[in-house]
């Protein structure tokens, strides 16, 4: 039986590189991670990898550390899959947070600062416009428009803690702001998004 | 209901500390003490889920890459590569099988997701049940084997108190619920099925759970609460 099934998903992972991964379909492949099968998990691997990677170049910034997160962040998925069915996240969410969550882990963990890849080449966040926001559709869009009544400059804050995963010192400095200054933005930013969200 | 949902300044203050820590601001300490009561606190990582939800289309921006090619390697070498490493037990007596069908069947996702890949052969009927009620933390999930007349039971959560045992029950439409015997204390029992009652299940019924006094119910009807309930569908 289990030849049979790991054939019936090649199948339906070659069929689906071609195509676009809908979510449905990586819930499966957790799914089945969390049964300890190696032939779901090279799949999600295989439809998942360089989503992950991105994530991990922005927060670190370094390509050798990216490299060596993302092999413990898929350590993770394999270890942790079951914990998928108890979040809300779509699939995509939930490992785009795992692999997050454990970048950030190591910035906070490393004494050396690097140098910062985005002043060097200028990168500016990605912030998408009104038009990108409505195209993201009502729930993807409606965290833009929540964003739009902050600020400018704390949602712009917000934006570069969430994607750089900047600390409230690093974002403080950034902003030329105290500290202090730059906490109370950020929760206050924080509880007006909630309500927003909630409206 | 945990301290901290009775008490508002508190809960407040988590959720606080919650999107913190989704955001990504918080300091290696604080991080580490927040991911320690994620694992510890079920109405904290419920906190922690809810911004990630809030704050997951922000992730939209991340452009992707592709890794190197060696790197897949690198990860199944992590966690694959122990000398003489088994091959693949059974399915059924795979610990892993029990937990991933468990949390998907909890995650009401078993029908739709898990199950299609474990269609049995057609002579091998199984029904598949995940018992649980929000008044308790007992859960159950149950497989009804058709070929070997038993419901297998995997125990998943919440204890029996000193001196009272858990009873299986099939409750079909407004008949009185039968049982089907007090569950053998462990990880995952079984237990028999007697014929005239396997006709009933195969058809769908109902399962409870009740605790009843040790041994079982002196009545032949549940006495006690009933503390985890589902309904048997056809895998």
């Known amino acids: 039986m289990a030849v049979a099934i790991d054939a019936a998903l090649q ?5 689906l590189v071609s195509t676009a991964m809908v979510p449905q379909d990586i819930s499966k492949l957790i799914v089945r991670t969390s049964m300890k099968d190696r032939a779901a998990f090279d799949l999600l691997y295989r439809q998942t990898s ?39 996240l779509s699939p995509i969410s939930w490992l785009v947070a795992i692999a997050r969550n454990h970048s950030i882990d190591r910035i906070r963990a490393r004494r050396r600062p690097t140098t910062d890849i985005d002043a060097v080449l200028d990168v500016a966040d990605p912030a998408p416009g009104p038009e990108a926001a409505a195209v993201a559709g009502d729930q993807a ?22 994607l750089k995963g900047e600390s409230y010192a690093e974002l403080a400095q950034r902003h030329r702001v105290p500290l202090n200054t730059m906490r109370t933005w950020l929760r206050r930013s924080l509880m007006k998004l909630r309500e927003c969200l909630e409206r | 209901m945990t ?9 407040e203050s988590d959720d606080l500390l919650a999107a913190e820590y989704v955001l990504g601001v918080l300091l290696a300490e ?24 809030r ?3 922000l992730a939209e921006a991340y452009p992707e890459a592709e890794p190197p090619r060696s790197l897949k390697a690198a990860i199944d070498g992590r966690l694959f590569a122990s000398p003489g490493a088994a091959p693949r037990a059974s399915v059924w007596t795979s610990l892993g099988f029990w937990r991933g069908l468990a ?46 007349h038993n419901v297998g039971l995997s125990h998943l959560s919440g204890e029996r108190d000193q001196g009272k045992d858990f009873e299986l029950w099939m409750i079909e439409g407004d008949k009185p619920p039968v049982s ?23 058809q769908g019924a109902v399962l409870a759970v009740s605790v009843e006094p040790a041994g079982g119910s002196p009545t032949g009807q549940p006495t006690g609460p009933v503390v985890a309930t589902g309904d048997l569908k056809n895998i």
């Open chain 2, 30 to 53: 604080q991080r580490q003490e927040a991911s320690r009561r994620i694992d510890a606190e079920p109405a904290f990582a419920r906190l922690v889920d809810a911004w990630e939800v």
């Open chain 2, 55 to 57: 704050l997951s289309p």
């Open chain 1, 141 to 162: 869009g409606q965290i833009h428009r929540c964003l739009e009544e902050l600020e400018s400059d704390r949602a712009a804050a917000v934006r570069g803690a969430y």
């Open chain 2, 180 to 202: 089907l015997g007090v569950i053998p204390v462990g990880a995952v029992t079984q237990l028999p099925v007697a014929p005239p009652i396997q006709k009933q299940l195969e």
């Open chain 1, 11 to 15: 199948m339906a992972g070659d069929r």
């Open chain 2, 103 to 148: 949390v998907a069947a909890l995650a009401g996702l078993v029908l739709t997701v898990a199950l299609p890949y474990m269609q049995p052969p057609a002579e091998q009927m199984r029904l598949v049940a995940s018992l649980a009620a929000d008044s308790s933390d007992v859960k159950y999930l149950a497989v009804y084997d058709a070929a070997h």
């Open chain 1, 50 to 88: 360089a989503k992950l990677f991105g994530v991990c170049l922005r927060v670190l910034n370094d390509r050798g550390e990216a490299e060596d997160a993302l092999q413990e962040i898929y350590v993770k998925i394999w270890t942790k899959a079951d914990r998928f069915a108890v979040s809300d």
């Open chain 2, 3 to 11: 301290l901290s949902q009775e008490n508002g300044p508190e809960r």
